[in-house]
DNA sequence: CAGGTACCCTACCTACCCGATAGGAAACGC
DNA sequence: GCGTTTCCTATCGGGTAGGTAGGGTACCTG
């Protein structure tokens, strides 16, 4: 009943490029400094953007000046998109387990209540999670004072 | 992002007795029974049933003629009740690991708004959770027209 | 009071998977 | 071509979920 911390850091990875990239979308941030930003070992944040890249989620750029950004505009990018692609399951978060207990021979007699039961949670979680965009998070982080780094805003002067 | 499998079974364990004894309330269900027919192992149920009994939620009664029934009516025992009886969460099943996060020296920069989300979330669903009764889920098993077991009510007739 | 029933307590075990690290290859820019 | 940065694959240690096991304790019945 958690979730996962390649999620977790997933979503931090994401809000961390549209945050920095607010004024500039499409600006490629290299792994190495959302990284330090947001204290997410480097190696094992390559392998969660490759797992967005394949979702299509961000798209990348290789060489110096490379980096990640983000395949859509961030108002169009939410946390199930997220959580679906990271959380390695497509559909039916609580459910599917549920599920497997009624494969094995003989379900158990409760079993037609409670599989409706962990459905409806599903519903009610993905719907929260479909509800809320990158965009939103951004806010959020403005609405909070924080702080962008300028090294990407330069160009921009 | 699941529920353990100990949550589940402990469901529908505590539905079964209310749903067996939705007519005589108070009467003892023995475990074995509950085992057999939700398809629980028995050595594994027992354990479950210590957890909800600390809990508060059931009690038991020992020797022949023994078993668990409800501690609380049916209609006054939640989900949530159950998920923090057996999913050894007090408060906050998503929020407690991103906690975790900032504990560590040097938070991450995105901290603020990805924890004050996933609070957000545990509201969600805990409010979900304490909606639910067990009550609820009777009425559901009987509009469902599962079959209760007769050996119960044999001694109302 | 004897013996079976059923709960109770504790320990233990095992397979899985999360989280992370590592090595190296491929692309890109200057 | 040389440094940078992404990409792919393999590996691995530790924690824990899920279940088994053994033995004890209360209770009812005859």
């Given at each position: 009943m958690k979730l996962s911390a390649k999620t977790r850091y997933g979503v931090r990875a994401v809000f961390d490029i549209a945050f920095q990239t607010?004024?500039?979308?499409g600006v490629a941030v290299p792994a190495k400094e959302i990284a330090e930003r947001e204290k997410v070992p480097l190696r094992y944040l390559e392998q969660i953007f490759q797992d967005l890249r394949r979702a299509g989620l961000v798209e990348s750029k290789r060489g110096p000046r490379g980096g990640y950004f983000l395949k859509r505009p961030a108002d169009k990018t939410t946390l199930a998109d997220l959580v679906v692609a990271l959380e390695g399951?497509?559909?039916g978060l609580f459910a599917s387990d549920a599920r497997s207990d009624d494969a094995?021979?003989?379900?158990?007699?409760?079993a037609e209540v409670t599989c409706a039961l962990w459905e409806e949670l599903d519903g009610v979680v993905q719907q929260w999670f479909q509800q809320v965009t990158m965009d939103d998070l951004v806010k959020r982080g403005n609405a909070l004072g924080l702080g962008r780094d300028d090294t990407l805003n330069m160009y921009f002067i």
């Open positions: 607010q004024n500039c979308p399951v497509s559909a094995e021979l003989g379900k158990p007699a409760s």
